[in-house]
């Protein structure tokens, strides 16, 4: 099965997370890791699985991301499975009581992706994931890359279990 994971990434925690989902499927998906600038319309067909990531700036995923996602066909994504991840701060971490009712009132990175998948025709194999980062620039936390190759794993567990059974 071909897998592809589309990521962005402002301060390297995004692409840390997709370098860790990659290597965690690599022994079972063909899979590739790919920055959103690198991305053809071509690399998107023929895939089995596409996981999309981006960091959350301003409750969204990045305008690369964004424009990605618009230049899919409406039903682009007919017969792929997708998922969508995020790295983002907690709200313990903002120390803002308006931050905090913001990102409340309108969520995180993932949604979005998750959202604009599903409407592209892909369907939605896990819910959308969040991966933590210290402060605005990050690092990561601690475990996060262990958190994101489990999921990694588990969705692809769950494209696995949907597969069509040979005749």
């Known amino acids: 099965m071909k897998a592809l994971i ?9 692409e840390q997370v997709a370098q860790a989902m ?5 022994g079972q998906a063909d899979v590739t890791m790919r920055r959103v ?4 319309a071509e690399q998107l067909s023929g895939l089995g699985l596409l ?7 301003g409750f969204q995923p990045t305008t690369a991301i964004k424009a990605l996602l618009e230049r899919i066909p409406a039903q ?8 969508a991840f995020d790295t983002r701060i907690t709200t313990a971490d903002m120390h803002s009581w308006l931050l ?4 409340k ?22 819910p959308p994931e969040g991966f933590l980062v210290q402060g605005k620039e990050g690092p ?7 958190r994101a190759a489990d999921w990694a794993k588990q969705v692809m567990a769950t494209v696995l279990a949907s597969a069509p059974v040979p005749a």
């Open 6 to 14: 589309v990521y962005d990434s402002t301060y390297g925690n995004t």
């Open 22 to 26: 990659t290597t965690a499927l690599a």
């Open 37 to 40: 600038a690198d991305v053809t």
């Open 51 to 57: 996981i999309v990531g981006s960091p959350t700036q």
């Open 76 to 83: 682009g994504l007919q017969g792929v499975q997708v998922a």
């Open 100 to 103: 905090t009712f913001l990102v």
């Open 105 to 126: 009132r309108f969520g995180y990175a993932a949604r979005p992706i998750a959202d604009r998948l599903q409407q592209k025709a892909g369907e939605l194999v896990a």
């Open 140 to 146: 990561l936390r601690q475990g996060e890359l262990v």
